[in-house]
Structure formats: C-alpha cells, structure tokens
C-alpha cells in the first residue's frame, strides 16, 4: 500500500490509476434507452486501486422516518474521509426488502460516483439530447494551455498525454482536446500534485 500525507492527494494518484470503467448496465425509461456503470463494475476496477492508495469506502443505512445510504471516502493513514449521502427511495407495495435491496444499491453506486467522480449514467440513444440533457461542455481554451504547461513541466511525453486522456475519460477518448471540462479539471488536479511533488 502507498502511503500519501493526506486524503486529496492519496485520491488524485487513485484517480489517474482508474483503468476504463465499461457501461456495463441497460435500462429504459419510455422510449429512452441508457447505458449506465453498475455498482458491481465500480467496485471491481477501482477498489483495488483505492486500496493501493490508502483509501477505503464504507456505505451505511442512517435515519428514521427518512433513510438514507451515508458513504465515506476514507485515508487510512489520517482518518480523514469525504462523505456523500443519497436518500432511500422505496417503491410502495410488492416486496418491500427487495425495494430497500434495490434502493440502498442505486444510492452506493450514485455516492460512490460522487465521491470518486464518476459518471455513473449515460444517455445513449441521442433521443433526449435535445430536451432534458444537453452535450457536456469541452475544456476551454485556458484549460488545455494550462493542461499543455503542466504536461511540460512534469514532462509528460505526448504519447503518455493520450494516456492521461483516455483514462479521465474513461476511454471514450484520447484526445485532450474532447475532454469535458470536468475531466480537464481533474487531469489539470493530478498534473498540480506531480509538478508539486516534483519541486519539493
């Protein structure tokens, strides 16, 4: 296990260590057809990762007459930990156990997804994209110059660069340029902890 001084760090080398995570998972909701990431193929890419890191995650039922799934982000070596919650949403009638099974499973994975910054849900058949759900933003301008300096101070060579692309990315590209501005943020996040690691 690697030891890291502090939760954000031991969380950005886990993050750019994340292999591509597959849209495992169909449902359909009306005509809308989706392709999601299961709670299953989070957990068996980037537990052990996680783990290699120092980090462990923990899911729990909290509340009374509202329950919730509360999940934690945990550094080892601190204590220190990120906590998301979601609540439990039950289906009336049928199997009530079965609805809780189902509904404490939906708010780990959406938890899980929050806290390591995962896209869990994904719109597939473009039907919706021009109604409800609208194509994510790419970095901009000042983000892939910045990107482009971090690349160069810590000498990252351009082949590595489509590298650090496909895996924010979740493979869906190896081209900075496509990157969403959220995954641009957060390879410019782990490029910061190289270049500062690299100068101390």
């Not at 750019?16 to 009306?30: L, S």
């Not at 729990?60 to 990120?82: A, F, M, P, Q, W």
């Amino acid at each position: 296990m690697k030891e890291h001084p502090n939760l954000p760090t031991a969380l950005a080398h886990a993050q750019v260590q994340f292999p591509a995570i597959r849209k495992d998972g169909e449902a359909q909701a009306g005509p809308r057809k989706y392709n999601y990431i299961t709670l299953d193929e989070i957990n068996r890419k980037c537990v052990p990762v996680l783990a290699e890191n120092g980090l462990v995650m923990t899911h729990e039922i909290s509340g009374r007459e509202h329950l919730k799934v509360v999940s934690n982000l945990i550094h080892v070596k601190t204590g220190d930990n990120l906590t998301s919650s979601c609540p439990l949403l039950i289906a009336d009638g049928g199997n009530r156990m079965q609805s809780l099974g189902s509904a404490r499973t939906y708010a780990m994975r959406y938890n899980t997804g929050s806290l390591l910054n995962i896209a869990v849900d994904f719109d597939d058949d473009g039907a919706g994209a021009g109604d409800s759900q609208a194509a994510p933003a790419t970095a901009t301008d000042k983000q892939l110059k910045y990107m482009e300096s971090l690349f160069e101070a810590v000498k990252v060579p351009q082949k590595k660069r489509e590298d650090w692309a496909s895996k924010v990315s979740s493979g869906r590209t190896r081209n900075c340029a496509e990157l969403t501005t959220s995954e641009a943020g957060r390879v410019i996040d782990h490029l910061a902890v190289k270049k500062d690691q690299a100068a101390e």
